[in-house]
């Protein structure tokens, strides 16, 4: 599948299903390598924004916000071709909106506050300060409250 035509039908299908798919590409496309606690903690990330409203108001905005995740990133034309992995980030992105779904209290967040994550055997960004966590390759950073 082409990273072009999953963001098209995200846009085109009913919600909340748009939504999981754009979770799901960003899972892929930033978490595949990583344990199951980072692709969450990624995923738990995206959620936070979206509940801010300062990326924008469905996933799809948030994930697709110039230069903040993978699918802005990527080259349109990029195939996901791992079919296991694509299959573990769609059930990861609906497992992690239900977890989301839940009252505050009573969700098991694993980077508590986190609004930023870096692959950190990739690049040191300039707004990094001391991580909340350090999950796999994956710094994970309070850099905003939200």
């Given at each position: ?104 209290g ?8 986190a ?14 300060n ?17």
């Amino acid at each position: 599948m082409k990273l072009a035509w999953l963001l098209w039908l995200a846009q085109v299908l009913p919600q909340p299903a748009g939504d999981q798919l754009c979770l799901a590409t960003t899972l892929y496309l930033e978490a595949r390598d990583q344990p199951v606690a980072g692709q969450r903690a990624v995923a738990e990330v995206a959620l936070r924004r979206q509940d801010s409203g300062v990326w924008g108001d469905s996933m799809c905005d948030v994930v697709t916000a110039r230069s903040q995740f993978a699918p802005t990133l990527v080259h349109p034309g990029y195939r996901l071709r791992n079919a296991n992995a694509w299959e573990k980030a769609v059930a990861m992105a609906f497992d992690a909106q239900r977890e989301w779904s839940l009252p505050q209290g009573e969700r098991k967040e694993l980077v508590p506050g986190a609004s930023h994550f870096a692959a950190h055997n990739l690049v040191s960004p300039a707004w990094a300060n001391e991580p909340v966590a350090v999950i796999g390759d994956h710094s994970f950073y309070r850099v905003m409250r939200l």
